[in-house]
């Protein structure tokens, strides 16, 4: 499969998906380790990709949003942003609405 | 031209900021002294008014391909407009430590 279609089908399948640095439990990065964090604590599973791990995904994921940087945050399938968006959300208190619609629509 | 003055040049001439902070941040991360790898921007400018989050770091993202391309490894965004940066006072978050994946990277 094409990467740029293995990384479609990561953001539609899963409803929140973190590529990042590391895993939630061993960030190897201080963006990917907060945003980790942020997402932990809206309460539900979430997918996600370790891009260290994952040469295609690290090399091309920067060219399916047109987005530089890791981490990247996926929600229903649509790119919210990196560390710093994603923070902000979480002290605003969407990232938990955000997240927790996403969860109830997917079951 | 440092990077860090570079930064500086093209979000002033392409913003027109009311404030505008281009921190480099590359000493509190796994890199050799004197780099120039890791930077925090604060930009405030109106430019932002009515635009998401994700546009405005679109903005900067697409401002600095080059930088992004090249040497910068990391950017940290803080995207204001006037009346957001008042009411935080002009706080914004500091940066993580870093855990020693940059070498990973670039």
Same mark, same amino acid.
């Given at each position: ?7 479609? !089908?990561?953001? $539609? ?10 895993? #939630? =439990?061993?960030?190897?990065? *201080? ?24 040469? !295609?995904?690290? $090399? ?10 890791? #981490? =990247?945050?996926?929600?229903? *399938? ?30 | ?106």
């Amino acid at each position: 499969m094409d990467i740029l279609e293995r990384i479609k !089908e990561q953001v $539609e399948s899963n409803s929140v998906v973190l590529y990042m640095k590391g895993t #939630p =439990q061993i960030p190897q990065c *201080g963006f990917s380790s907060r945003t980790a964090e942020a997402l932990k604590s809206c309460g539900h599973e979430f997918a996600y990709v370790n891009v260290l791990m994952d040469p !295609e995904v690290f $090399e091309n994921l920067p060219k399916f949003a047109d987005w530089p940087t890791f #981490p =990247q945050l996926y929600i229903n *399938g649509e790119l919210v942003g990196g560390c710093d968006i994603t923070l902000e959300l979480h002290e605003k208190g969407e990232l938990q609405k955000m997240v927790s619609e996403a969860v109830a629509q997917q079951s | 031209m440092t990077i860090q003055a570079n930064i500086e040049a093209k979000i002033t001439d392409a913003l027109q900021p009311e404030y505008l902070e281009v921190a480099n941040e590359s000493h509190m991360h796994n890199v050799p002294p004197g780099s120039e790898s890791h930077f925090k921007v604060t930009v405030v400018t109106t430019e932002f008014d009515g635009k998401m989050l994700v546009a405005r770091h679109r903005i900067l993202n697409q401002l600095l391909k080059d930088e992004l391309n090249g040497p910068v490894h990391a950017l940290s965004l803080n995207t204001l407009t006037p009346e957001e940066w008042q009411e935080k006072n002009g706080e914004v978050r500091k940066s993580p430590p870093c855990l020693g994946g940059s070498k990973a990277g670039k």
